[in-house]
């Protein structure tokens, strides 16, 4: 009853973060979506953007896979993450990621980037094992990112 409750207050908890995490998108007029029936993706001019919008579809992977105690559906979802820290980096070096607030703590920024990507890797890692406890753990770790980050660098 206890593990059902923790799932339960897990998935209402997080139900609301992926509208948070694609508001990053509001005022850019040249990203795309995910298009559903073909599965294909456009590209914006803002790594950081294309990042946020991979997560946003991930994240409701995530949340549903862990909500369900499904390891293997959480870590297929956060095999389709690899290679956007790397792309946000080298927009980084690029000067094409331009944050909205706070854009001269960048260095920070890429820390901060670092260390939710390897949360993330830890949580691959508890899924991959279906460890259920770990999984719930490291969502609302890498959650906590989402957050942290936005309030620093987010206006």
């Given amino acids: 009853m206890a593990k059902k409750m923790a799932v339960l207050s897990l998935a209402l908890l997080l139900s609301g973060v992926p509208a948070y995490l694609i508001a990053a998108q509001d005022d850019h007029s040249h990203h795309h ?3 559903p029936a073909t599965g294909s993706e456009v590209s914006t001019e803002n790594p950081l953007i ?10 409701h992977e995530i949340v549903s896979g862990v ?4 390891g293997q559906r959480v870590h297929a979802a956060l095999e389709t993450m690899h290679g956007t820290m ?4 080298e927009g980084v070096d690029a000067g094409t990621v331009k944050l ?6 960048l260095k920070e920024f890429v820390k901060m980037d670092k ?12 899924s991959h094992s279906n460890d259920h406890k770990k ?13 942290s980050c936005h ?3 987010r206006p």
């Avoid at 909205?100 to 703590?105: D, I």
């Fill in 33 to 35: 979506h995910h298009h």
């Fill in 50 to 59: 294309d990042e946020m919008m991979k997560l946003d579809e991930v994240f």
């Fill in 67 to 70: 909500a369900l105690g499904d």
């Fill in 86 to 89: 790397e792309k946000t980096h």
């Fill in 100 to 105: 909205k607030k706070n854009a001269k703590r």
């Fill in 115 to 126: 260390d939710f990507h390897r949360n993330l890797e830890k949580l691959a890692h508890a």
């Fill in 135 to 147: 999984m719930v753990l490291l969502t609302k770790k890498v959650l906590d990112g989402c957050v």
């Fill in 151 to 153: 309030q620093t660098f």
